[in-house]
């Protein structure tokens, strides 16, 4: 006899600006300069999440990458050049002194379509910030890095996250628009 077939796990997804690797290789060196090795986040994690799309099952994720196909990606250069610091959570961050405002309609625009899909985004304002190091026991200057990050944004990725008692690791589903 054999048994019914299980429900397959819902995936923890989000969407995301993902660094080439030159930028990548910037964010690591200003990371090194202000935390230890222990309490950051791995080279290769770091990004800017747009949105936090959370447990998503098969047909849900159907649904998001139809309102998706069609996105609109503005090219834009994100400067990233001041460190920050949120207490309460113990996060040190690497973020932008004037985002630009293209990164802002995109992050609406993604809100918009996914709410079509019944999506509801999550309540506090999209804040762009690439997460250096989590528990991390602060203070730290927030100065601006002596070397500002460069990063030409011309898309958009769907990443995976899978977490392990090693924690978290992220892998790229898929990018759009698909022809860049």
């Not at 990606?73 to 293209?102: A, N």
């Amino acid at each position: 006899m054999s048994s019914p077939a299980s429900p397959e796990k819902p995936r923890r997804l989000f969407l995301a600006l993902w660094p080439g690797e030159n930028e990548r290789q910037c964010m690591a060196q200003l990371a090194a300069r202000a935390v230890d090795r222990q309490r950051r986040i791995p080279d290769t994690q770091l990004h800017v999440t747009l949105v936090f799309l959370g447990a998503t099952d098969a047909d849900r994720l159907v649904t998001y990458e139809a309102a998706l196909a069609d996105l609109p990606v503005p090219e834009m250069k994100l400067v990233l050049d001041r460190y920050g610091y949120w207490p309460q959570s113990r996060i040190l961050w690497l973020g932008s002194s004037q985002t630009p405002p293209e990164l802002y309609e995109l992050v609406a625009e993604l809100h918009r379509r996914l709410r079509r899909c019944g999506f509801i985004p999550e309540a506090p304002a999209f804040q762009a910030h690439v997460t250096l190091a989590r528990r991390f026991l602060g203070p730290i200057s927030t100065e601006p890095p002596v070397a500002p990050v460069h990063w030409r944004v011309n898309d958009v990725a769907l990443v995976e996250s899978f977490t392990s008692p090693l924690g978290s690791r992220y892998e790229i589903v898929r990018r759009w628009p698909e022809s860049r």
